[in-house]
C-alpha cells in the first residue's frame, strides 16, 4: 500500500496550493485520511482529517478557515486546498490513512512520503 503526495512547492504569503494524495490500492478507499506536517526540528503534528464517506472532517485550529480537505473517492484521492498562506505553514505535508477515526499520527497506519510546502513572506 502506497500514498503518493503531490501538489508542494514555494508560494507567497497569502497564495493558495492544492495539495493531492492518492492511493495505490483500493483497499485504502475506506481508510480515513489525514494530513500532517513537520517542520524542521518540529514534531510531525495534526492538519485535518477526512473520514472515509467524506461526511466528517477535523481540523487543528491554526488551519480553521484556511485550509479545507476533501476527498474523491472514485480517484482514491485526498486533497488539502490551502489558503491564506503563511510563512509558518511552511513544512513537509504527509497523508497517511487508518481504519480508526483519530488526529493522532501514531494510529495512522499507511503514510505518504511527504511534499515540501514552502512559503515565502
Known amino acids: 500500500v502506497q500514498l503518493q503526495a503531490s501538489g508542494g512547492g514555494l508560494v507567497q504569503a497569502g497564495g493558495s496550493l492544492r495539495l493531492s494524495c492518492t492511493g495505490s490500492?483500493?483497499?485504502?478507499?475506506?481508510?480515513?485520511k489525514g494530513w500532517f506536517r513537520q517542520a524542521p526540528g518540529e514534531e510531525r503534528e495534526f492538519v485535518a482529517a477526512?473520514?472515509?464517506?467524506?461526511?466528517?472532517?477535523s481540523y487543528a485550529d491554526f488551519v480553521k478557515g484556511r485550509f479545507t480537505i476533501s476527498r474523491d473517492n472514485n480517484a482514491n484521492t485526498v486533497y488539502l486546498h490551502m489558503n491564506s498562506l503563511k510563512s509558518e505553514d511552511t513544512a513537509v505535508y504527509y497523508c497517511?490513512?487508518?481504519?480508526?477515526?483519530?488526529?493522532?499520527?501514531?494510529?495512522?497506519?499507511?503514510w505518504g512520503r511527504g511534499t515540501q510546502v514552502t512559503v515565502s513572506s
Open positions: 477526512i473520514s472515509w464517506s467524506g461526511a466528517s472532517t
Open positions: 490500492t483500493r483497499t485504502i478507499s475506506n481508510h480515513h
Open positions: 497517511a490513512a487508518a481504519t480508526v477515526w483519530t488526529v493522532l499520527p501514531a494510529q495512522y497506519a499507511y
